[in-house]
């Protein structure tokens, strides 16, 4: 036991003082790239993340769109009086640069006495994306960094509404502003302390309805009941909202009462699927007779816990999100 201590008394010891980091007071602007030194490897180098730019569709238009979903509660689904708003604006980014651009950089970098630059990725350990428009702002922070691909926004009821009219009316001011927070170290007398710094980034999007009318879609959900057949739109804004850090997937089990036995239909979210799925009931079902549902959750650690059925009668729309603040949401969309 007392040669275990000493070891790890060594081990502790001989250990740095803080992990490899980018000294955030020492860079070069390279080529239109700000580029910090490791704080204690002169040969290593990290690159600041890309700007980001809108993107274009396969048919060469902008890459964005934009989605409001209403559910109005009727007589004949039993839920009269209910109401429920949701948007969701999406669009492509492209942060990727130029494949010759880090040879590039290197090469300036052996000029400034670096014989041998190891270049990595600048940490990130936040992005605030913020929506702006007239004189509208929406805000949500997520605790990665923004790569290339599609971005989904969530907007509540009076966002999403107002965004819908001012694109409506032909007021196409609309533009998307990342501010990323990096992370690195600083030396404040002989020590090296953690520290951080931001870039921001304003990402234009002009969103014009009349030329790309197809980027638009507008779905009044209770009124894609069908007689004798009906369906149910279910909706899981947890992962485009970042609102569980380490869930993996939500499943929602939908029991119908039919004759004999309930006919169960089962969804799957994850964080790379969609966050809208459509039920089509195989069987007719009775909207005066309530539905039930179970939410189950599995964790990265692969953990799972699932909740209690719960019941709803007669409404076409459930919506399983985890709200935290439920002041845009009404009461019967988030009884879970």
């Not at 002169?42 to 048919?59: G, H, M, T, V």
């Not at 870039?199 to 014009?208: G, N, Q, R, S, Y």
């Not at 009941?225 to 997937?249: H, P, Q, R, S, W």
């Not at 002041?327 to 009884?335: F, G, H, L, M, R």
Request: aromatic fraction near 10%; charged fraction near 30%; proline fraction near 4%.
């Amino acid at each position: 036991m007392k040669n275990l201590l000493i070891c790890l008394l060594m081990l502790i010891c001989l250990a740095p003082s803080c992990q490899a980091a980018p000294n955030l007071g020492f860079y070069y602007d390279i080529q239109g790239v700000r580029v910090y030194m490791d704080h204690e490897k002169s040969e290593e180098w990290y690159l600041s993340p890309a700007q980001p730019i809108l993107n274009e569709r396969s048919d060469k238009t902008p890459d964005y769109g934009l989605a409001l979903y209403r559910y109005l509660g009727r007589k004949g689904t039993s839920d009269s009086g209910s109401f429920w708003v949701r948007g969701v604006l999406t669009f492509g980014v492209e942060r990727s640069r130029d494949s010759g651009l880090s040879a590039k950089i290197r090469k300036e970098l052996r000029t400034k006495g670096i014989s041998s630059p190891r270049l990595k990725s600048m940490p990130v350990s936040a992005s605030r994306v913020t929506l702006l428009f007239a004189d509208q702002q929406y805000s949500r922070e997520y605790n990665i960094r923004w790569k290339s691909g599609a971005m989904v926004v969530p907007l509540d009821a009076h966002i999403a509404e107002v965004l819908w009219d001012a694109v409506k009316a032909g007021q196409t001011q609309v533009s998307v502003s990342v501010d990323e927070t990096l992370t690195g170290v600083r030396k404040k007398e002989e020590n090296w302390e953690p520290s951080t710094t931001s870039l921001a980034w304003t990402v234009p999007v002009e969103m014009d309805m009349t030329a790309h009318p197809d980027h638009f879609q507008r779905l009044d959900l209770g009124g894609r009941m069908k007689v004798g057949y009906t369906g149910l739109d279910v909706f899981c804004f947890d992962f485009i909202e970042n609102l569980e850090e380490k869930l993996y997937a939500k499943i929602v089990e939908v029991a119908i009462p039919t004759t004999g036995r309930d006919l169960v239909e089962t969804v799957t979210f994850k964080d790379d699927g969609e966050y809208r799925n459509r039920i089509e009931f195989k069987l007719a079902k009775d909207l005066e007779q309530p539905y039930r549902y179970r939410i189950s959750r599995i964790y990265q650690d692969g953990s799972k816990e699932t909740g209690r059925w719960q019941e709803k009668t007669g409404e076409t729309m459930l919506d399983i999100t985890a709200y935290k603040n439920t002041s845009d949401v009404t009461k019967e969309t988030a009884d879970e």
